[in-house]
């Protein structure tokens, strides 16, 4: 089991900018596919983010709501993944959580069932 500590999480006015990191500790952080998904209260948890495993590329993918506006990235070094949001709505806020998929497949992972630790979540409120 990999153990997954969110920080970054906060209060923003609309059109401000916050950055998430996501710390794994326990496996080689490299060679697996890592996520972000939200939770807002009353509503299911919906994908945000994914990142692939490193190799010669590393591909990401977004959803519809957030392209343009967030970017995964990763530092292997400090087995760290960051979420960079900029211009940040109202509509934004919710519970983000960093989820870890532990097959070392290569792909792009966007259902929550696909990924197997997760992180206990970091609050995003974005005043209007």
């Known amino acids: 089991q990999v153990l997954l500590v969110e920080s970054g999480g906060g209060l923003v006015q609309a059109g401000g900018s916050l950055r998430l990191s996501c710390v794994a500790s326990?496996?080689?952080?490299?060679?697996?596919?890592m996520g972000w998904f939200r939770q807002a209260p009353g509503k299911e948890r919906e994908f945000v983010a994914t990142?692939?495993?490193?190799?010669?590329?590393?591909?990401?993918y977004y959803a519809d709501s957030v392209k343009g506006r967030f970017t995964i990235s990763r530092d292997n070094d400090k087995n760290t993944v960051y979420l960079q949001m900029n211009s940040l709505k109202p509509e934004d806020t919710a519970v983000y959580y960093c989820?870890?998929?532990?097959?070392?497949?290569?792909?792009?992972?966007?259902?929550?069932?696909?990924?197997?630790?997760w992180g206990q979540g970091t609050q995003v409120t974005v005043s209007s």
């Open positions: 990142i692939s495993r490193s190799g010669i590329s590393t591909y990401t």
């Open positions: 989820a870890f998929r532990a097959s070392t497949g290569w792909g792009l992972f966007s259902s929550a069932s696909e990924y197997d630790d």
């Open positions: 326990g496996r080689t952080f490299s060679r697996y596919a």
